[in-house]
């Protein structure tokens, strides 16, 4: 597995549209229509839809 990313701002608005607190999440993988992110502290993976933009 490659090392974690820091989020960068568009990618930080996509994570939080999902209603995951963007400290707590890493990327992982960024493919065409998805992103790979990791917890920071459990470890556990999600693949999210990088497309989805409803904001908080």
Not at 25 to 42: A, C, D, G, N
Request: hydrophobic content about 30%; proline content about 2%; some cysteine.
């Amino acid at each position: 597995m490659k090392q974690p990313k820091r989020l960068t701002r568009e990618q930080k608005r996509c994570v939080s549209a999902h209603y995951l607190n963007v400290k707590d999440w890493m990327l992982v993988e960024e493919t065409e229509f998805y992103y790979k992110i990791i917890h920071k502290k459990t470890g556990t993976m999600k693949s999210i839809d990088k497309f989805r933009r409803r904001l908080r």
